[in-house]
């Protein structure tokens, strides 16, 4: 049996690495895994801390962050590939559409 602290330290790193990289990097594409890797470290600690307490209620909120994710790449991918056609370009600091 594997502790829940164990679980909760690897889902500080993942959500970590998402952050940086979220901060760092300058391709949108990038940018939106780094998000998703944020999204499934909280699934992770959601599942960890549900099965600690014994409780289904976290991995019935891990449902809804699939549905949010799901969305979110689906969207995000539509702004880009829109983006790409207008701009030729990926890059976020590039991309000034809204600019007058």
Request: charged share 10%.
């Amino acid at each position: 049996m594997v502790p829940t602290t164990y679980y909760l330290l690897l889902a500080a790193v993942i959500f970590s690495m998402g952050a940086l990289g979220v901060l760092i990097r300058r391709n949108a594409l990038v940018i939106f895994m780094c998000v998703e890797m944020m999204l499934n470290s909280v699934n992770l600690t959601l599942i960890a801390l549900s099965n600690y307490w014994g409780n289904l209620t976290g991995q019935v909120f891990v449902f809804i962050v699939m549905a949010v994710a799901a969305v979110e790449v689906a969207v995000g991918l539509a702004i880009v590939m829109a983006i790409v056609r207008h701009k030729d370009t990926t890059n976020v600091d590039e991309i000034n559409l809204l600019k007058q």
